[in-house]
């Protein structure tokens, strides 16, 4: 059965980083990134604590 993720690859050795599994109906994925020059890559939901944190400059 087919799913919807986000997997993050190191690129210099092709490890598979921890990943995020997407439950439900995905219709569409609008946009695939490459961060360069990033070593802690994080998601953040809108309502959690740290967010401000990053939004301030402190988080980083």
């Known amino acids: 059965m087919p799913w919807c993720g986000l997997q993050v690859v190191d690129l210099r050795n092709g490890d598979v980083a921890p990943w995020l599994r997407l439950e439900g109906d995905v219709p569409e ?3 695939v990134a ?3 020059q990033t070593r802690c890559p994080r998601g953040l939901g809108p309502w ?3 967010l401000g944190d990053v939004v301030r400059g402190e988080g980083l």
């Open 29 to 31: 994925l609008f946009d």
């Open 48 to 50: 959690s604590r740290e």
């Open 34 to 36: 490459l961060i360069p």
